[in-house]
């Protein structure tokens, strides 16, 4: 398997594009000084920021991240609210792979086949856990489908392990407190760096 790396990352006061701009531009050009060029991008709002990462990196593709696509529809069927939650929330996340689960995420079509199929199963179920607002969630996810934001992307491509990493800042804190201070998010995210690095080789934020 090919090593995985962080290749930058820099503390923003917001997520604002232009925080992260030049960061990206000094990563263009690394790239091009070593005859390299960025494939893929994965971002939890594609369709938002697509524009501007095009702005800096022309023909490079623009993907949702998994992770955020699942925790949007399955956020809305939880332990709390109906008791198969679990088996919905796993069954879910199939979805985006292929029968034999290897290589890249299928095609738009098989993507929505798959995801028409599971509705139709839910729905059939006593006491289906498919909510008007899981249903609002799922026809946002349709959209992206089709604009093959899901499509053609590669085993453990995704920002799972920034959500770790957020986690991982979280349980820093001492108990009560709702900040840290910059340099421990330094030091911490140094750490993380060297010790744990990331499993992906995308630009991140």
């Not at 390299?36 to 702005?55: F, G, H, P, R």
């Not at 022309?58 to 699942?70: A, F, G, M, R």
Request: charged share 30%.
């Amino acid at each position: 398997m090919k090593r995985k790396k962080i290749v930058d990352w820099r503390l923003t006061k917001t997520s604002s594009f232009e925080e992260i701009r030049e960061v990206l531009l000094k990563y263009k050009s690394r790239l091009e000084q070593a005859n390299k060029k960025l494939e893929l991008i994965c971002v939890d709002d594609c369709c938002k920021v697509q524009n501007k990462y095009e702005s800096v990196f022309e023909s490079t593709l623009i993907k949702l991240d998994l992770y955020h696509t699942c925790q949007r529809v399955c956020r809305t069927v939880t332990h709390s609210n109906h008791p198969l939650a679990g088996s919905f929330r796993k069954e879910f996340g199939l979805i985006f792979r292929y029968d034999n689960d290897q290589g890249e995420s299928p095609c738009e079509e098989k993507i929505l086949q798959t995801l028409n199929a599971f509705i139709n199963r839910w729905n059939k179920r006593p006491n289906s856990p498919l909510s008007e607002e899981t249903m609002v969630e799922i026809e946002k996810l349709k959209k992206h489908i089709d604009k093959g934001c899901l499509s053609g992307t590669p085993p453990g491509f995704g920002t799972e392990r920034n959500e770790q990493l957020h986690r991982l800042l979280n349980r820093s804190m001492i108990t009560g407190a709702t900040r840290i201070s910059v340099e421990l998010a330094v030091a911490i995210l140094t750490i993380v760096a060297e010790l744990h690095p990331p499993n992906t080789n995308v630009i991140q934020k």
